[in-house]
């Protein structure tokens, strides 16, 4: 792996760290709304429920917690310059 393409996942996990941090009200209000919705949706359709209540709860964690929104970004990074050829 080059020294370019490692610094570029870098500059890239700190740019998205401070874009979960600067939405972090918005991201949980949006986690606390699908979790509402969640719940009445499962007195209908438990599989749908429980399908939505997985973001839900992943939302509300990654609004919450640092170590989830470092972690989360690292792997969008990671994911997103894995097939870059910038050799």
Do not use: C, K, Q
């Not at 600067?22 to 949980?28: D, G, Q, V």
């Amino acid at each position: 792996m080059s020294n370019r393409r490692r610094l570029a996942r870098e500059r890239l996990e700190i740019y998205l760290v401070h874009l979960i941090l600067a939405y972090r009200r918005l991201i949980f209000l949006s986690g606390l709304f699908l979790l509402i919705y969640a719940v009445t949706i499962m007195f209908t359709s438990l599989f749908v429920g429980n399908a939505l209540l997985l973001p839900a709860i992943f939302l509300l964690v990654v609004s919450n917690s640092f170590n989830a929104a470092l972690y989360t970004t690292r792997a969008g990074a990671w994911i997103a310059t894995f097939w870059r050829n910038d050799d």
